[in-house]
């Protein structure tokens, strides 16, 4: 489970050495907007090379490519797929079309590789106006497809508006992405919160994210990574909760009752799948017995 995922420029070695000690689930090696024309191919073998050698055994490995107008995509996937990385992210993604098209590509090189196909999987970057509008059929173009991501800097240029630290110029591409990536049974992560040095903004931020329903939340600064592993984890007071509201239906079934109540509301079918769903991700983030927040 990715709570946190952390950009860091392709070309800049002595960021990328340490991106495995960084504490966020996923790093993005970026090749796109992170790196100048002149350096995209010393920035490509640099992130092959770290991906080669380097372990990135705390973190997941996320490659955002160059983007499908760009001369440099194709090479930026035949040094990258066969080294067989988490994920590839591609931005600007606007239609199902755009996601077939490297769907193919990538299985083409995965069977070059020797890899098993759809090994390598995709997370649309989805940046356009277009691109929101078209997220159900982004979601469900690929099997590859594992998550949408929302870029918000992109797409306000894209809707002439100004980005703002209260962010309702985004509001409304936030959910219309949470609903199709829902609808599609996959994640959905937020765009950054792009001041560094706004350590109450970042909280809040996280915080509307994952009410939202977002699985998790992107970073550009290290200094972010915590307030989003905090924020996307369940409290020691929701997995309290989760646990009493698996007891109280055992003790239901074992008592043959069809109904029972929990500190004075009744406990139905969305409560107890949502109390299954805390319970997982704190035995798969090893909070088993809480966490004080």
Not at 152 to 175: F, M, P, Q, S, V
Not at 177 to 188: E, P, T, Y
Not at 245 to 257: D, K, L, S, T
């Amino acid at each position: 489970m990715k709570r946190s995922m952390l950009f860091l420029p392709g070309n800049t070695p002595n960021i990328i050495i340490n991106g495995d000690e960084l504490g966020a689930d996923a790093v993005i090696l970026d090749l796109e907007d992170a790196v100048s024309p002149a350096e995209k191919d010393a920035a490509r073998i640099l992130v092959r090379n770290a991906i080669k050698l380097m372990k990135f055994e705390n973190c997941e490995v996320v490659v955002r490519i160059n983007s499908l107008d760009s001369d440099y995509w194709r090479a930026d996937l035949e040094e990258i797929v066969p080294l067989k990385p988490d994920m590839i992210m591609p931005p600007k993604m606007s239609s199902a079309a755009d996601v077939q098209t490297l769907d193919s590509y990538i299985s083409e090189l995965e069977g070059r590789s020797g890899i098993e196909n759809n090994a390598v999987k995709l997370i649309p970057l989805i940046e356009t106006s277009l691109g929101v509008e078209n997220a159900f059929k982004i979601a469900e173009a690929s099997r590859r497809v594992s998550a949408l991501f929302l870029g918000g800097e992109d797409l306000t240029a894209d809707l002439r508006c100004k980005r703002t630290r209260e962010g309702n110029e985004i509001d409304y591409a936030r959910k219309r992405l949470v609903c199709a990536a829902r609808a599609a049974g996959i994640d959905v992560y937020d765009t950054p919160f792009t001041d560094v040095n706004d350590d109450e903004g970042i909280y809040e931020d996280a915080e509307y994210a994952k009410s939202l329903g977002f699985t998790g939340k992107s970073a550009i600064s290290p200094r972010h990574v915590a307030a989003i592993n905090e924020v996307f984890s369940p409290s020691r007071k929701d997995i309290e909760y989760a646990y009493e509201v698996m007891e109280a239906i055992r003790m239901a079934e074992e008592q043959g009752r069809g109904a029972i109540a929990l500190r004075g509301k009744m406990i139905d079918a969305p409560i107890v799948a949502r109390a299954k769903q805390t319970i997982a991700m704190a035995e798969e983030l090893f909070l088993t017995g809480g966490r004080q927040r």
